[in-house]
Protein backbone atom coordinates (compact mmCIF):
# COMPACT_ATOMS: atom_id res chain seq x y z
CA UNK A 1 0.00 0.00 0.00
CA UNK A 2 2.66 2.47 0.74
CA UNK A 3 4.55 1.73 -2.69
CA UNK A 4 0.37 2.07 -4.21
CA UNK A 5 0.00 5.61 -2.65
CA UNK A 6 3.88 6.68 -3.17
CA UNK A 7 3.06 6.10 -6.97
CA UNK A 8 -0.32 8.43 -6.37
CA UNK A 9 1.58 11.22 -5.29
CA UNK A 10 3.81 10.96 -8.00
CA UNK A 11 1.51 10.54 -10.40
CA UNK A 12 -0.60 13.72 -9.60
CA UNK A 13 2.77 15.80 -9.68
CA UNK A 14 3.55 15.18 -12.69
CA UNK A 15 0.13 15.34 -13.87
CA UNK A 16 0.15 19.18 -12.85
CA UNK A 17 2.60 19.64 -15.45
CA UNK A 18 2.30 17.27 -18.16
CA UNK A 19 -1.50 18.02 -19.02
CA UNK A 20 -1.14 17.86 -22.45
CA UNK A 21 -0.84 13.99 -21.97
CA UNK A 22 -3.67 13.14 -19.79
CA UNK A 23 -6.12 12.25 -21.88
CA UNK A 24 -3.74 9.84 -23.83
CA UNK A 25 -3.10 7.71 -20.08
CA UNK A 26 -6.60 8.25 -19.31
CA UNK A 27 -7.52 6.24 -22.01
CA UNK A 28 -4.74 3.63 -21.39
CA UNK A 29 -6.18 3.18 -17.63
CA UNK A 30 -8.53 0.12 -17.25
CA UNK A 31 -11.70 1.55 -15.25
CA UNK A 32 -12.05 0.81 -11.18
CA UNK A 33 -14.89 0.68 -9.08
CA UNK A 34 -15.10 3.38 -6.91
CA UNK A 35 -15.36 6.98 -6.39
CA UNK A 36 -12.96 9.86 -6.68
CA UNK A 37 -13.47 13.05 -5.62
CA UNK A 38 -11.27 16.28 -6.57
CA UNK A 39 -12.18 19.47 -4.44
CA UNK A 40 -10.69 22.84 -5.82
CA UNK A 41 -10.15 25.94 -3.18
CA UNK A 42 -8.07 28.85 -3.57
CA UNK A 43 -5.83 29.73 -1.24
CA UNK A 44 -4.91 33.27 0.55
CA UNK A 45 -2.25 33.72 -1.94
CA UNK A 46 -4.78 33.50 -4.91
CA UNK A 47 -3.80 29.86 -6.22
CA UNK A 48 -5.87 27.41 -6.55
CA UNK A 49 -5.18 24.20 -4.64
CA UNK A 50 -6.57 20.69 -4.80
CA UNK A 51 -7.96 18.00 -2.64
CA UNK A 52 -7.76 14.75 -4.37
CA UNK A 53 -9.82 11.45 -2.16
CA UNK A 54 -9.27 8.48 -3.92
CA UNK A 55 -12.31 5.57 -3.88
CA UNK A 56 -10.71 4.11 -0.56
CA UNK A 57 -10.76 7.17 1.48
CA UNK A 58 -7.09 8.17 1.17
CA UNK A 59 -6.44 11.77 0.21
CA UNK A 60 -3.49 13.97 -1.42
CA UNK A 61 -3.29 17.46 -1.43
CA UNK A 62 -1.60 19.52 -3.60
CA UNK A 63 -0.75 22.82 -2.73
CA UNK A 64 0.03 25.45 -5.07
CA UNK A 65 2.40 28.83 -3.92
CA UNK A 66 4.47 30.98 -5.89
CA UNK A 67 8.52 30.83 -5.08
CA UNK A 68 10.65 34.00 -5.35
CA UNK A 69 11.65 33.68 -8.53
CA UNK A 70 7.82 34.42 -9.44
CA UNK A 71 7.02 30.75 -10.94
CA UNK A 72 4.08 28.65 -9.25
CA UNK A 73 5.50 25.83 -7.40
CA UNK A 74 3.54 22.82 -5.98
CA UNK A 75 3.77 20.41 -2.70
CA UNK A 76 2.24 17.23 -3.51
CA UNK A 77 1.02 15.54 -0.41
CA UNK A 78 0.12 11.83 -0.82
CA UNK A 79 -2.41 9.60 1.22
CA UNK A 80 0.32 7.78 3.85
CA UNK A 81 2.29 11.18 4.17
CA UNK A 82 4.98 10.85 1.34
CA UNK A 83 5.80 14.76 -0.15
CA UNK A 84 6.61 15.70 -3.70
CA UNK A 85 7.76 19.01 -4.47
CA UNK A 86 7.68 20.68 -7.84
CA UNK A 87 10.57 23.50 -8.49
CA UNK A 88 9.84 25.74 -11.36
CA UNK A 89 12.46 27.74 -12.45
CA UNK A 90 13.26 29.92 -15.65
CA UNK A 91 16.60 29.08 -17.61
CA UNK A 92 18.97 31.79 -19.34
CA UNK A 93 16.94 30.84 -22.84
CA UNK A 94 13.51 32.01 -20.56
CA UNK A 95 11.89 29.29 -20.77
CA UNK A 96 10.69 27.04 -17.72
CA UNK A 97 12.41 24.15 -16.50
CA UNK A 98 10.97 21.73 -13.30
CA UNK A 99 12.86 20.35 -10.86
CA UNK A 100 10.83 17.20 -9.17
CA UNK A 101 11.70 15.47 -6.02
CA UNK A 102 9.58 12.26 -4.69
CA UNK A 103 9.11 10.99 -1.28
CA UNK A 104 11.83 8.88 -1.01
CA UNK A 105 14.60 11.50 -2.57
CA UNK A 106 14.47 10.99 -6.06
CA UNK A 107 14.48 13.57 -8.59
CA UNK A 108 13.26 14.57 -11.89
CA UNK A 109 14.51 16.90 -13.83
CA UNK A 110 12.52 18.35 -16.85
CA UNK A 111 14.53 20.84 -19.05
CA UNK A 112 13.08 22.78 -22.15
CA UNK A 113 14.93 24.08 -24.93
CA UNK A 114 13.83 25.62 -28.21
CA UNK A 115 14.79 24.10 -31.24
CA UNK A 116 16.33 25.81 -34.29
CA UNK A 117 12.97 25.31 -35.45
CA UNK A 118 11.43 28.25 -33.34
CA UNK A 119 9.23 24.61 -30.95
CA UNK A 120 9.92 23.98 -27.85
CA UNK A 121 11.74 20.38 -26.91
CA UNK A 122 11.93 18.80 -23.95
CA UNK A 123 14.82 16.52 -22.25
CA UNK A 124 13.32 15.02 -19.09
CA UNK A 125 15.81 12.96 -16.75
CA UNK A 126 14.45 10.36 -14.22
CA UNK A 127 16.18 9.74 -10.72
CA UNK A 128 18.13 7.07 -12.01
CA UNK A 129 19.54 9.03 -14.38
CA UNK A 130 17.28 7.64 -17.66
CA UNK A 131 16.61 10.26 -20.51
CA UNK A 132 13.58 11.02 -22.12
CA UNK A 133 13.76 13.63 -25.28
CA UNK A 134 10.61 14.90 -26.87
CA UNK A 135 11.41 16.38 -30.22
CA UNK A 136 8.49 19.12 -31.65
CA UNK A 137 8.94 19.00 -35.53
CA UNK A 138 6.22 21.07 -37.50
CA UNK A 139 4.31 19.14 -40.69
CA UNK A 140 4.02 20.07 -44.13
CA UNK A 141 0.18 20.38 -42.70
CA UNK A 142 1.31 23.21 -40.24
CA UNK A 143 0.75 21.00 -37.06
CA UNK A 144 3.04 20.33 -34.35
CA UNK A 145 4.40 16.80 -34.36
CA UNK A 146 6.85 15.07 -31.94
CA UNK A 147 9.03 12.10 -32.15
CA UNK A 148 9.81 10.66 -28.02
CA UNK A 149 13.08 8.86 -27.61
CA UNK A 150 12.44 7.04 -24.48
CA UNK A 151 15.72 6.00 -21.93
CA UNK A 152 16.16 2.73 -23.78
CA UNK A 153 15.93 3.96 -27.15
CA UNK A 154 12.65 3.19 -28.16
CA UNK A 155 10.65 5.96 -30.41
CA UNK A 156 7.38 6.61 -30.33
CA UNK A 157 6.18 9.08 -33.12
CA UNK A 158 3.09 11.64 -32.71
CA UNK A 159 1.61 12.67 -35.75
CA UNK A 160 -1.07 15.01 -35.95
CA UNK A 161 -3.37 15.74 -39.11
CA UNK A 162 -6.46 18.03 -39.57
CA UNK A 163 -9.48 16.11 -40.85
CA UNK A 164 -11.84 16.97 -43.26
CA UNK A 165 -14.11 18.66 -40.82
CA UNK A 166 -11.32 20.75 -39.54
CA UNK A 167 -10.74 18.90 -36.28
CA UNK A 168 -6.98 17.84 -35.49
CA UNK A 169 -6.45 13.83 -35.35
CA UNK A 170 -3.71 12.28 -33.89
CA UNK A 171 -2.07 8.76 -34.74
CA UNK A 172 0.80 7.71 -32.27
CA UNK A 173 3.47 4.42 -33.24
CA UNK A 174 4.92 3.21 -30.45
CA UNK A 175 8.17 1.75 -30.42
CA UNK A 176 7.26 -2.16 -31.12
CA UNK A 177 4.79 -0.44 -34.22
CA UNK A 178 1.56 -0.63 -32.27
CA UNK A 179 -0.62 2.45 -32.98
CA UNK A 180 -3.12 4.34 -30.96
CA UNK A 181 -5.33 6.26 -33.77
CA UNK A 182 -6.98 9.60 -31.91
CA UNK A 183 -9.85 10.76 -34.08
CA UNK A 184 -12.39 13.69 -33.83
CA UNK A 185 -15.39 14.83 -34.32
CA UNK A 186 -18.00 17.99 -34.21
CA UNK A 187 -21.52 16.81 -33.21
CA UNK A 188 -24.57 19.10 -35.03
CA UNK A 189 -24.93 20.74 -31.82
CA UNK A 190 -21.11 21.90 -31.49
CA UNK A 191 -19.69 19.27 -29.33
CA UNK A 192 -16.62 17.02 -30.15
CA UNK A 193 -16.83 13.32 -29.69
CA UNK A 194 -13.47 11.29 -29.63
CA UNK A 195 -13.28 7.47 -30.87
CA UNK A 196 -9.93 5.95 -30.00
CA UNK A 197 -8.70 3.11 -31.85
CA UNK A 198 -5.76 0.92 -31.00
CA UNK A 199 -3.88 -1.90 -32.56
CA UNK A 200 -1.29 -3.70 -31.55
CA UNK A 201 2.15 -4.55 -33.15
CA UNK A 202 2.36 -7.45 -34.86
CA UNK A 203 2.87 -10.60 -33.39
CA UNK A 204 1.15 -9.17 -30.01
Known sequence: MQRKATWLAVFVALALVSASASADVEAKQKPKAGTTTVHRQRGADGLVDTTVTGPKGGATNVDRFRGSNGLVDATVTGPKGGVTTIDRTRGADGLVDKTVTGPKGGVTTVDRTRGADGLVDKTVTGPKGGVTTVD???????????????????????????????????TMTGPKGGTTVVDRSRNGDGTIDRTVTRTPPSGN
Do not use: E, F, N, Y
Not at 137 to 143: A, E, I, K, P, Y
Not at 150 to 157: A, D, I, Q, R, Y
Open 136 to 170: RSRGSDGLVDATITGPKGGVTTVDRTRGADGLVDK
